[in-house]
């Protein structure tokens, strides 16, 4: 059975780019993924780990002034979004962002909630909780591709275990 909400707990920076270069080879075109999290949670981070995992050796940085980074990995485009800075949701639309959510790139979305509903539908969410011992994940697979990405990570570190 798919899991549509799974907690991993992260002691460290390593742990967060861990799960991120694990999660990279599940992940597809098309899929919207929503990071959520106070400053400092690891959103970014696990951005970098994400990349690490589909084979991205350049520099990862926040796009938190720039508002996007654009990633082209073989023929996949990643999109990674920052919206910490928007005042009002109507600054998704002005920015004219809605045309990088396609079939063909995956993108990443930091505050999401600053768009306020103007974002399509996240298929993933991971939510970053601080705690004292480190950072709590949360994953949400809210769509069937989402679901989808999720089995298919299961499947691929339940292999990875058995080696």
Known sequence: MIALHQTCHLADETA???LGTAIAPALRPGLIVFLQGELGAGKTTFTRGILRGLGYL???KSPTYNLIELYKISRLYLYHFD???FNNPNEWEEAGFRDYFNADSICLVE???KADGLLPRADLKFIF???EGGRDVEI???TEAGKLCVKRWQISSRNNTLR
């Open 140 to 142: 949400q697979a809210d």
């Open 111 to 113: 505050w999401p909630e």
């Open 83 to 85: 919206f910490y800075r």
């Open 58 to 60: 350049g520099k990862v």
């Open 16 to 18: 967060t780019l861990a």
């Open 129 to 131: 909780k601080v705690t």
